[in-house]
């Protein structure tokens, strides 16, 4: 880091996807890591059994004697945080170096060659493709990833590479803290309007991004996206999509639950590549994770055993059962267009099958502003179960429920709505065919259990 005297780091808000990598990345250079978290969760037990020391008390008599050294401890926080919580203000209060972690990865950012990846969606696959193609490759790579990847069952990867692969977030405009030598921009569909207000707000936050991509690196971006890009002279640019573009694929076929393609490069067109985790989105994803990658000097062999040992993400078209009988799994999509991809992907790979989503709504404010393209994008589906909206970090908005969502499917759809302590009663008694639950709240939480049921012998014979 750039203080030669931290002895040890402290983390508010531990238990997140992105703080627990960096989290793993000190604990493993030997420092001493402890942190707060609101809730316990299997994030944070798994942190716990590896030596971070966790609380769960906002409480500034919980914090490790080690960490209440302004002159040898750094405090990491997320944005989520707010501003008035307790052990926040006391490190602020009391001269500590206090840094967001997208400062954090800024910073690693300019000390190795960092890969980025950028987008409303997409970008933990395509991430986490690109950190496995290069980890295995010749070249290495350090990781900081925004899911648990079930090649490695952690979201951070270490080696002595001069390589990190980071995924750049949005969110926050956290993603103009890094510096990347390379970065791929998936999408720029509106996000996070509660942050930035506009679209062509959100529009210009990934315009300033591509500003900070290093003299001499490359920027590959998704063709047809409406931001205006604006790189240095001498960055190098590209762009790609599913059939078009400096990057693509020809020669696709799906069939029999799998997929293979020809990768179409400037550099080298590589066949025959076999896409480990076999969904339809993913062979986009795919296209910018080889594209970074082979940029970086990773080899045709590289690339095409890269992708097809690669075995998802948790939670990314997250297959729990795959029978001809039953399918069932679990996807974080939660915006228009990631649930549109969604739909679309499952559809594309059952055709003629009952396809049946429970999803949670995540954010009033995301929920007020899409509830039209929501409904739009589930309309894909035969049947939709929808739970109440997942809050978050925020308070509930006025006349702004899943009744909105709910009122504007398609009339074909069969709908439901529910509490979430209903779903699963619901799944208990009910049989399914294709099901699949979408959302990035605590619904994900009862997926094991979900599982369970769905398995069970007195548990219907689907349709």
């Given at each position: 880091?750039?203080?030669?005297d ?11 996807i ?23 969760s ?10 971070v ?26 944005p989520?945080?707010?501003?008035a ?87 926050d405009?956290?993603f ?33 991004y ?19 890009e ?63 990658a ?38 974080y ?34 929920t007020r ?28 908005i ?30 208990k008694?009910?049989?399914f ?21 769905l ?9």
């Open positions: 880091m750039e203080t030669k931290i002895r040890a780091v402290y983390f508010i808000g531990v238990g997140g992105g703080m627990s990598a960096i989290a793993r990345y000190f604990l493993r250079r030997g420092l001493v890591v402890a942190g707060y978290d609101k809730t316990p299997d994030l944070t037990r798994r942190l716990e059994k590896e030596g020391l966790v609380h769960y008390d906002e409480n500034i008599d919980e914090i490790p004697h080690l960490c209440k050294r302004p002159e040898s401890c750094l405090v990491v926080y997320t989520a945080i707010p501003a919580h307790k052990e926040l203000v006391f490190f602020q209060e009391n001269g500590f170096q206090v840094m967001k972690r997208a400062q954090v990865l800024g910073i690693l950012t300019r000390q190795m060659h960092g890969l980025c990846v950028a987008g409303t969606h997409g970008k933990t696959t395509t991430s986490s493709m690109c950190a496995h193609i290069m980890h295995e490759s010749h070249l290495d790579c350090n990781a900081f990833l925004g899911g648990i990847t079930k090649n490695y069952g952690t979201n951070y990867i270490v080696s002595d590479s001069d390589y990190v692969v980071i995924e750049a977030d949005e969110f405009r956290s103009h803290w890094l510096s990347p030598w390379m970065t791929v921009i998936t999408s720029t569909d509106p996000d996070h309007l509660d942050i930035y207000g506009t679209k062509e707000a959100y529009l210009e936050s990934f315009r300033h591509t500003e900070l991509i290093q003299p001499g690196g490359a920027l590959i971006i998704h063709r047809g996206l409406e931001m205006k604006n790189q240095p002279a001498s960055v190098r640019k590209y762009d790609y999509s599913l059939d078009e573009g400096d990057f693509h694929a020809e020669n696709i076929c799906i069939e029999n639950g799998e997929i293979t393609f020809d990768f179409v490069s400037p550099i080298e067109s590589v066949k025959d590549i076999v896409l480990g985790h076999p969904v339809p989105i993913n062979i986009e994803n795919s296209i910018a994770a080889m594209a970074m082979q940029l970086a000097g990773c080899t045709a062999e590289e690339l095409r055993y890269g992708i097809r040992t690669y075995s998802g993400v948790d939670r990314r078209f997250d297959f729990k059962i795959k029978t001809d009988q039953l399918v069932f799994l679990s996807d999509a939660h915006h228009p267009m990631e649930i549109y991809q969604s739909a679309r992907s499952i559809r594309q790979l059952y055709k003629d099958r009952h396809i049946t989503a429970i999803f949670q709504p995540h954010l009033y404010t995301r502003d899409f509830y039209k393209e929501f409904a739009q994008a589930l309309s894909q589906l035969d049947e939709v179960i929808l739970t109440e909206i997942y809050p978050a970090r925020e308070e509930p006025e006349g702004v429920t899943s009744q909105l969502i709910y009122d504007n499917l398609e009339p074909q759809v069969q709908k439901q709505l529910i509490n979430k302590d209903e779903v699963l009663d619901l799944v008694r009910r049989s065919d294709v099901l699949i639950v979408l959302g990035a709240g605590d619904l994900d939480n009862m997926v094991p259990r979900m599982t369970k049921l398995l069970s012998s007195k548990h219907p014979k689907t349709k």
